[in-house]
């Protein structure tokens, strides 16, 4: 069972920087694809960035430009580095990871992101 660990959050003004990291233990991190979602009060969860197991990314149109998915295979982390960041991207940010052999899923506990306007 993977274990994922984030870190990063915190409250920014509108226009501002975050990165978000997420340790993953307990797995072979190059067979982990990986993904960034968030989740706003009353809202459903949704993704924001994939990271494969490539390192190859993709990301909702919401964060395309502003948003960078990274993976550095050393540490076992992945990164989103968050940029002109707006009262709308505020919510809890979730790292998921999908094992690619096993077809397991696992989920970190969460950081919240704050953006004021």
Known sequence: QVQLVESG????QAGGSLRLSCEAFGSIFSLLNMGWYRQA????RELVATINA???TNYADSV??????SRDYARKTVYLEMNSLRPEDTGTYYCK???IRTRQESWGQGTQVTVSS
């Open 97 to 99: 990871s999908f094992n």
């Open 9 to 12: 959050g915190g409250s920014v």
């Open 41 to 44: 009060p009353g809202k459903q």
């Open 64 to 69: 395309q430009g502003r948003f960078t998915g």
């Open 54 to 56: 490539g390192g190859g």
